[in-house]
């Protein structure tokens, strides 16, 4: 992490403590490090209700709250409309509501939160498509192994 803008910040003793747990449970994470990714999480949760962020195969990631990942919205939209070039905007988050079962609702949100963030969930999407490309082909290695 790049270093910042030093800031003399006072925490309560509780959360103090637990920030201080975290740290010795997590190497390589100092107590800025922590402080400034759950900062950054909490105001981008307040700029964007309904996003909140998970541990995963694949690093941490924005999700939406009783629904999928972002960037699975993100790249399921850009199928929809790859597919649909015809459809307004309205009617390709319908499509995609439709089809995947995450309300109209969620699927906005993850388009508004992408819309702020659009390099980072660009760069997870790549990083998934590697991961399961990777997957792939390790599982058909697999196969071509155990073939008759």
Same mark, same amino acid.
């Given at each position: 992490?790049?270093? +910042?803008? #030093? ?13 201080? %747990? ?9 107590? %800025? ?12 949760? !307040?700029?964007? #209700? ?8 694949? +690093? ?18 850009? %199928?929809?409309?790859?597919? !649909? #070039? ?16 995450? #309300? ?18 660009? %760069? ?25």
């Amino acid at each position: 992490m790049s270093s +910042g803008t #030093p800031r003399s910040i006072r925490f309560e003793q509780r959360v103090s403590e637990r920030l201080a %747990s975290y740290v010795a449970s997590h190497p390589g994470w100092s107590g %800025s490090s922590a402080a400034n990714r759950f900062i950054d999480e909490a105001l981008r949760m !307040e700029d964007h #209700p309904g996003v909140l962020f998970r541990d995963g195969p694949t +690093g941490r990631r924005a999700v939406l709250i009783g629904g999928p990942d972002v960037r699975e919205v993100i790249r399921t939209v850009r %199928s929809a409309r790859g597919a !649909e #070039p015809e459809l307004d905007a309205e009617e390709i988050v319908a499509l995609v509501s439709t089809n995947t079962g995450v #309300p109209r609702r969620l699927v906005e949100i993850a388009i508004r939160y992408w819309a702020a963030y659009p390099d980072e969930i660009d %760069s997870w999407i790549a990083d998934t498509d590697s991961f399961e490309e990777h997957q792939l082909q390790a599982w058909q290695r697999r196969q071509e192994l155990l073939a008759r």
